[in-house]
């Protein structure tokens, strides 16, 4: 069983930055895949970021040059460094994990972008 908690979300200015934090409790090492998803209020959830166990990186291009991904194996956690926010960028951010066929989420944490 893995449980999957976000941590890091607020409000941020425009142009500011922000980081989440998703700390993964159970069999880190286990989960093949893991990244982030978001979802806008009025809209579907969407990808923004996956990172897999060989550190293959995929970004959504609406957040690639901006958003970086990394995945701190002896912490069990997996970071979400995001730079130039812009007010699109508001959301509930979503910690996700896969692992045996078997997708993991975290309650999602909520990031507001605004003046």
């Known amino acids: 069983q893995i449980q999957l908690v976000e941590s890091g979300g607020g409000l941020v200015q425009p142009g500011g930055s922000l980081t989440l934090s998703c700390l993964a409790y159970g069999n880190f090492n286990s989960i093949y895949l893991m990244g982030w998803y978001r979802r806008a209020p009025g809209k579907q959830r969407e990808l923004v970021a996956t990172?897999?166990?060989?550190?293959?990186?995929t970004y959504d291009d609406s957040v690639k040059d901006r958003f970086i991904i990394s995945r701190e194996t002896t912490k069990s956690v997996v970071r979400l460094q995001m730079n130039r926010l812009k007010p699109e960028d508001t959301a509930v951010y979503y910690c996700h994990g896969r692992r045996n066929g078997i997708n993991y989420w975290g309650r999602g944490t909520q990031v507001t972008v605004s003046s």
């Open positions: 990172m897999m166990l060989n550190r293959t990186i």
